[in-house]
Each structure stands twice: as structure tokens, then as C-alpha cells.
């Protein structure tokens, strides 16, 4: 964060507000004063209503979001596979797939909740490099929509050749005919340096992730004439939060060289995966808009004649939502001053596993209150680490008990990444559309913080 100390007043006081660049959040007039607004909502009653800390999206901000990429497409067959691992909740799925959106699950438990929440097999693939036997089964089973449906997803990302055989081996238990074989393609390692941090940089030979581009080819061509199952496809994805087109470009048309080698050799694939990893503002970055990288995308894509598919995550919500919490306390230790929020590490873990840094801001200005009156302040969770800390040394204005701090772009890793670490009950979510703030999961209950445990004896 490299943030100068708390009492180092000559230095700028210098951060955007989120509320300034982030799409339908805004400072707006409000009777006592000044108030940010998500849509037709203010954050302070919505949190205030509902309680803190809570999780409130924009459902206007991941409708454009979405779109934009989805028209940045436009001209070619694609599908946008929301990675569900960024986000989670259910009712937000529903309402990405009212869209049309697909989506990319990495486990039996996301493959669970996508039936549940009623969504069609031909709309999940399956990524992850380490799927065990029985999601294997699971997915292979996944049931038929419709009368002529038949069950399954539409595409497995194979990650090892030792996946391979266990995919193999239960795709003989089911398939009857070469025409139900499930649809295959391999996840490939493009050997690119990309990504916002060490721990979600993917496409780099020495990473876990998919294979390298000799051992998949051995392996399209040692399973050309399977019966079991049917090359569809190639997918990768290179490492998320990544703020450049190269990478992509470069992984891309590595892809595509490949695609046509394959073709020479007879495996014609219908679907290019190309995974997600977009990045997002948080405080000062600079991504390529979804548009540019749609379109640039879509130019190399297009020759090819595949249909397309992405698994964007946090390009569609990050910026779509944030962590609203209370002010429980301040306190001064030696000159330097604490602002202990009830929001904790295990609510939003990005701070504490990577650096992250997420602004924090009040929610309300009182009529008249002077914006020079900023000073340091390091923003804590009460988690009994000392890694529970949102921001070292941020300039905030005074708060006091009770007040109501956000804490932004938190839409995505945030819920999903979030645990019951130090006993606490996990946030609710909220919806907000117009005028509305909707309940998308309510706040965890002690009873559901027991339900799994057994007595001793
Ligand atoms: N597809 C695959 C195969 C992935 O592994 C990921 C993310 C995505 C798609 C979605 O990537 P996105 O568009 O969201 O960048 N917890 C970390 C991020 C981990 C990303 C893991 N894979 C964070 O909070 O920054």
C-alpha cells in the first residue's frame, strides 16, 4: 500500500472516491445533507435497515457490465460464462442467466447450486484441475432440460491426462451412443506471464494449470476417435485481475495457431474457451475497457469460425457491489488512530490473502462539514489478527460510533471468499434495482453456524 505515516499532514491527502467513477453509485443531495446512492438507494438507510455488515450490489451496474462485454461480441457465436466462484449467490445467477449468460463452475457444489437454481446443462462448463470421480459423475449426470435434452454440460475442461482417463472411464458408464458422448476439450497452458498477483497469475508454464501445448496435442490425437467422448473444444484462462491486452493477445494466438494445427490433423473444435481474468479499477488502475478487449477478442476469433466462450467474473461484479459496515469504535493508540468496523477479514479476505486494497469511505456528509478535515486512520476488522486490517494509514474524515463506512468494489471474491472465521455469521446480500434494495440472502443465523456439528459421545 506504501501509504506515508498517519502524521505526515504535508503529504496530499490523495485518493478518487469510488463513488465518483463507479458506474450508477453517486453523491447525491439528501435532507440532512449529502449521500451516496447506489441506483435510487442510499447506502446508509439500506445498511441501517438491514444491518451491518452487508453486501449490496448494483443490479443496473452488472446488467451493463455484462452487456457491454456481450455487445463488444457481437458478430460472432459466444456465450459468457459467469465463473461463479466470484460471485455466488444464487438469485444473482438467476438473474445473469436470464440474460443469457452461461456459466463456469469449478466444483460439485457450484454444479449443485446451478441446478438448484434451475439452470440448463448446456449452459455450465466445467473447469478446475483437480476434479475428483464423483463431480465427474455428478456432471456427467447432470439432468436433461426439456423433453429432447439430454443430460450433461456443455463442455468439460480436461486439465491432465490422468483426468482424462477418470473422465474416460465414467463417460463409458453412461454414454450409449457416440452421439451422447460428452463434449471434451483440454485446458492449455499458453505459457504467458499475466495477472494481478503472484497467487492468481495462471498461465505461466510453471503454474498448476492446464497443459502444455506438445503433451495436449498427444492428447487430441491419442483420443481422435473415442467413442466415449467428443473434442469440442480448447480452453484456457491466463490469470485474473490482468490490466493489459498482450497477454491476452499473445495467449490467444497461441490458441488459434493451435486450433489450425488441429485441424490439419483432422479434430475440428467448435468451442474456444479463452476463460477470464479481465481487471478491474479498484483505486488507480488502468484496465482495458470490456469493449477493447471484446473487440479485440472478437477480431482474432472470428477466422476461425468458433463459437466463442469467456468466463468472466470479476469484470461483471467487482466493481457492481460493496461491503457496507458500522463504525463500532475509535481509539487512539500513541498518536496513531484505529477505526475498529465490525466488517472483518473473514467477511471480505482480499486486504488480508493478497494486499488488496479496497477504499473505504463514509456514506454521508453532513450539510457544511469541511472536506479538508481528512487524517490517517488505520481501518481494523475485530478479528484476533493483526492481519485483520482493511487499509494502513487511510485519510478518512472524522467518524464516530455507528456511522456507516463502504467499503468498495467488493462484488467479487468477496461473499464467495468470505468464512465463519472467529464464529462470526456471514453477511447478507442485497440487490438494489431503481428504488428497491431486495434481500439475496439473509444474514446467517447461529443455528446455521451449528447445523453440521456433533456432539462428542
Ligand atoms: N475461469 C477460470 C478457470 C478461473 O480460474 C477464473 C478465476 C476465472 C475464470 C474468472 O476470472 P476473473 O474474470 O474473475 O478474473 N480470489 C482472487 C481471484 C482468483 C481467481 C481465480 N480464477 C481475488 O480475489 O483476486
Avoid at 146 to 168: H, Q, Y
Avoid at 216 to 240: K, N, P, Q, T, V
Avoid at 299 to 306: D, F, K
Wanted: glycine share 10%.
Amino acid at each position: 500500500m506504501g501509504a506515508p505515516t498517519a502524521n505526515n499532514k504535508k503529504k496530499k491527502l490523495r485518493y478518487a472516491d469510488p463513488a465518483t467513477f463507479l458506474p450508477h453509485f453517486a453523491w447525491k443531495k439528501s435532507p440532512r445533507g449529502k449521500a451516496v446512492f447506489a441506483e435510487g438507494v442510499t447506502l446508509d438507510e439500506a445498511a441501517k435497515k438491514t444491518g451491518t455488515p452487508v453486501y449490496l450490489y448494483s443490479q443496473a451496474a452488472i446488467h451493463d457490465a455484462f452487456r457491454e462485454l456481450d455487445h463488444g461480441l457481437a458478430g460472432i457465436p459466444h456465450t459468457l460464462c459467469f465463473a461463479i466462484k466470484s460471485n455466488g449467490n444464487r438469485a444473482l445467477l438467476q438473474m445473469l442467466a436470464a440474460m443469457g449468460g452461461g456459466f463456469d463452475a469449478v466444483s460439485g457444489g457450484e454444479i449443485e447450486l446451478l441446478r438448484r437454481a434451475g439452470v440448463p446443462g448446456q449452459r455450465i462448463v466445467f473447469s478446475g484441475v483437480g476434479k475428483s470421480r464423483e463431480e465427474i459423475r455428478e456432471a456427467l449426470r447432470y439432468p436433461a432440460s426439456g423433453k429432447n435434452g439430454r443430460p450433461g454440460i456443455l463442455l468439460f475442461n480436461v486439465e491432465s491426462e490422468a483426468e482424462m482417463d477418470v473422465l474416460l472411464a465414467e463417460a463409458a458408464c453412461v454414454v450409449r451412443h457416440p452421439s451422447d458422448a460428452p463434449a471434451v476439450s483440454i485446458r492449455v497452458n499458453p505459457d504467458v506471464q499475466a495477472g494481478g498477483h503472484p497467487h492468481i497469475s495462471t498461465g505461466h508454464h510453471q503454474h498448476k494449470f492446464g497443459m502444455d501445448l506438445a503433451a495436449a496435442r498427444r492428447l487430441y490425437l491419442a483420443h481422435r476417435d473415442s467413442r466415449h467422448i467428443r473434442w469440442e473444444g480448447i480452453s484456457a484462462h491466463i490469470g485474473s485481475q490482468v490490466l493489459s491486452l498482450a497477454p491476452f493477445r499473445k495467449a490467444l494466438q497461441r490458441m488459434a495457431a493451435f486450433v489450425r494445427d488441429l485441424r490439419g490433423e483432422g479434430i475440428f473444435l467448435r468451442y474456444l474457451d479463452f476463460g477470464g481474468g479481465l481487471g478491474v479499477r479498484y483505486t488507480d488502475q488502468k484496465p482495458p475497457s470490456r469493449a477493447d478487449y471484446a473487440h479485440m477478442v472478437r477480431e482474432i476469433v472470428r477466422p476461425l469460425g468458433v463459437h466463442l466462450l469467456l468466463e468472466p467474473g470479476r469484470s461483471i461484479v467487482a466493481q457492481a457491489g460493496v461491503l457496507l459496515t458500522r463504525v463500532l469504535y475509535v481509539k487512539e493508540n500513541r498518536g496513531k488512530t484505529f477505526v475498529i468496523v465490525y466488517a472483518a477479514m473473514n467477511d471480505l479476505m482480499r486486504p488480508a490473502l493478497y494486499g488488496a486494497v479496497h477504499a473505504i469511505t463514509p456514506v454521508t456528509r453532513a450539510k457544511g462539514a469541511a472536506s479538508a478535515t481528512l487524517r490517517r486512520v488505520d481501518i481494523v476488522g475485530p478479528v484476533c489478527e493483526t492481519g485483520d486490517c482493511f487499509l494502513h494509514d487511510w485519510p478518512l474524515p472524522p467518524v464516530q460510533s455507528g456511522d456507516v463506512l463502504a467499503i468498495w468494489c467488493a462484488g467479487a471474491y468477496g461473499m464467495s471468499l468470505a468464512s465463519n472465521y472467529n464464529m462470526r455469521l456471514r453477511a447478507p446480500e442485497l440487490l438494489v434495482s431503481g428504488k428497491r434494495a431486495k434481500l439475496i440472502r439473509r444474514r446467517e443465523t447461529y443455528n446455521d453456524l451449528f447445523r453440521a456439528d456433533c456432539n462428542l459421545g
